[in-house]
């Protein structure tokens, strides 16, 4: 059996991810998943750099997002990432917590699915580089 990735990732929020109530505007949530997102990929050796390398680009073609509590100016998160598919397409999980209490502030899931670089033709099962990627991640554990 596999063992999934996970990552975490700190941040604080910027003034600028913030509207005049200092509450962080909603499309800033997308950015505090990519950042997370990188991180888990770069556990498992497969970043973007390593897509585009082996001939696949990978886009997001949903996007769900809870938001259970707001974020706030200067508020120091904690954004998870868990893979939670990977034989069809990648689907991650996120969950974003306040650093310090551990208060749950956002779940969602992002789900991106391969494509060809030469054709752009969609691919119906992930990569056989995904796949090696996700065993020596496992097998290194």
Known sequence: MLALPTAQVEIEIPFHDCDPLNIVWHGHYCKYFEI???????KIHYTYEDMRSSGYAWP???VKVKYVQP???QQIIQ???????????LKIDYCIFDAATGRKHTKA???QVALKMDNRELQFESPPILLAKLHAYSEAL
């Open 60 to 62: 997001i073609i949903d």
């Open 109 to 111: 899931y992002t789900t």
């Open 79 to 89: 954004v998870e990432a868990k893979l939670s598919e990977w034989e069809h397409r």
């Open 36 to 42: 997370a997102r990188c991180v888990l990929l770069k």
């Open 71 to 73: 974020l706030v100016y």
